[in-house]
Every structure is written in C-alpha cells, then in structure tokens.
C-alpha cells in the first residue's frame, strides 16, 4: 500500500494526462491520496476531483498578503 500525503493533481501541468494518471494509480499500488489546495480556487479544484475519483483533500490558505 502507497499513500500520495501530497499530490497536487489538478496542476496544470497535469491537465493533458490527468484521468490516465488518476486511473494507473490503483494498477501502482497508490492506494490513497491526498490533493492539498492552497488557496480558493486549487481548493474547489480539488474538491471536484476528489467528487469524481476517490481521494482525499486537504486545503488551506493564507489571508494574509
């Protein structure tokens, strides 16, 4: 069993492969997963990942400028 304690799956940078991605995980051994957000938007992003697949969200940010 593998656990991903911070993935950051809804990066751009994963925009072109992240459903191929998000289904190898299991066939990888990565059996749980959290996808941290950082600030409002990455943290709905997030949230809306972990409604379509089955992973965990953390999410936080500063106020603070």
Known sequence: ????SHAHLNDARF???????I???KEKKVDLVVNPGA???S???SVKLSNKYD???CSSWSTST
Do not use: C, G, N, Q
Request: glycine share 0%.
């Open 15 to 21: 925009d072109e492969d992240r459903e191929e991605l």
């Open 23 to 25: 289904k190898t995980l």
């Open 43 to 45: 943290s709905i992003s």
């Open 55 to 57: 992973f965990y969200i």
């Open 1 to 4: 069993m593998l656990f991903d």
């Open 39 to 41: 600030d409002i938007e």
